[in-house]
């Protein structure tokens, strides 16, 4: 089963303006896929394969001339030297489209085409499944645990994979195998517990120092292992919105993963009963909805969407804050499928601070019925 994916048009629109695209995200984002059907005519090649990996690596002249156009190559950042030579090979032609590229380990791929392909790339960002995507693939989840806990790789719908095991494996073979490797972690379970304890904090502002005394590390190593699990799009950090509505500001990030599922593996939650009563679910369903407006923004091409949160010293708090052309939109993320008129008094103080009308403050949480209030929207999510 193939499900399409937004961004196969963007990627399609930017070979058209520059020699490279690169397609970069997490590990099984479906990156491959997306650049195979992007692309139909293309060659494919693979450096995860050792063969085309020491051919490219030893004889990169040779290996360009065996793929002198139209070509997508996987996995690009095994072999990081390769791109100073397609680079100039590029320039010699002086066409577009020429290659596309993937990569998962952003880090590294990032460096070598900041170094090699500047101004000569399109660069997209592919994360797993959106809400949209899977509504359009016929796959969205009838109930909110359920999505949480599925998470939205697209192996599991693929394959029909239950999510446990998916997870399991996922966070095995590749976030303690491939990120810690970025680094040289060489403490295994040290980086484990890592994992652990950041997904015991989702949602919540990031106390780095916590992190460190409850891991027996020291602040340092914490922001390089943030860092790379930032990187490889494990996680990220919502930052807080600056706007001078009040001197009293929270100037904190918060603590997310891209995948809520990743999150219920390593928090040992394996049914939907077991999450319906977990402590963080509401955390979990925050994280899944502000995640989702970030790969909308991901799908548009965006590179650094405009997305934060807002809160002051006094507990006064929005979820999330979106600035774009339509001008800035607040919204209170809510897991109850109850509305309740409490939900709206975040956004009413903040309303007043701001002077942002009805129509840009709104509540999202997991009902069914949606309300257009006098002063905010209420909007179940799915």
């Known amino acids: 089963m193939i499900i399409g994916r937004i961004l196969q048009s963007k990627a399609v629109e930017l070979a058209q303006k520059y020699p490279f695209v690169v397609i970069t995200g997490p590990r099984q984002s479906g990156k491959s896929t997306l650049a195979r059907l992007a692309f139909p005519e293309y060659n494919v090649v693979s450096l995860e394969d050792l063969d085309n990996r020491e051919f490219a690596r030893e004889d990169p002249r040779g290996f360009i001339s065996t793929y002198p156009d139209k070509t997508i190559i996987d996995e690009v950042q095994r072999v990081p030297s390769l791109l100073s030579y397609l680079q100039t090979h590029c320039d010699t032609v002086g066409k577009e489209g020429m290659y596309i590229l993937t990569g998962s380990q952003n880090m590294e791929l990032m460096q070598s085409v900041d170094q090699s392909l500047a101004g000569r790339v399109g660069l997209i960002h592919l994360l797993p ?54 680094k040289n972690i060489t403490d295994l379970s040290r980086f484990v ?89 509401g955390s979990l369903f925050e994280n899944m909805v502000v995640t989702d407006y970030m790969k909308e923004s991901f799908n548009r091409g965006e590179l650094d969407p405009d997305i934060t949160f807002w809160r002051d010293s006094t507990g006064h708090e929005v979820d999330m804050i979106i600035r774009n052309s339509d001008g800035v939109h607040a919204y209170e993320i809510k897991s109850s499928e109850t509305f309740n008129e409490s939900f ?39």
């Open 193 to 281: 517990r890592f994992l652990k304890l950041c997904a015991a904090r989702v949602g919540q502002l990031l106390n780095m120092s916590a992190i460190a005394n409850d891991c027996g590390i020291s602040v340092p190593t914490v922001e390089q292992w943030l860092s790379v699990l930032e990187t490889s799009f494990i996680i990220y950090r919502l930052k807080p919105d600056w706007q001078n509505y009040s001197k009293r500001l929270v100037k904190t990030p918060k603590l997310y993963f891209y995948d809520t599922g990743i999150v219920c593996s390593l928090l040992d939650i394996r049914t939907e009963d077991q999450l319906h009563t977990h402590y963080l679910r």
């Open 129 to 182: 499944f959106s809400k949209k995507e899977m509504t359009n693939g016929n796959v969205l989840s009838s109930g909110i645990d359920s999505m949480i806990l599925k998470g939205c790789y697209p192996r599991i719908y693929d394959k029909d994979i239950p999510a446990t095991e998916y997870y399991q494996n996922y966070v095995r073979t590749y976030i303690e195998r491939d990120v810690r490797n970025i």
């Open 344 to 382: 709206l008094d975040g956004l009413r103080f903040w309303g007043k601070l701001s002077g942002a009308d009805e129509h840009h403050k709104s509540v999202i949480y997991a009902g069914r019925r949606p309300e257009n209030r006098s002063d905010a929207l209420i909007l179940p999510f799915i």
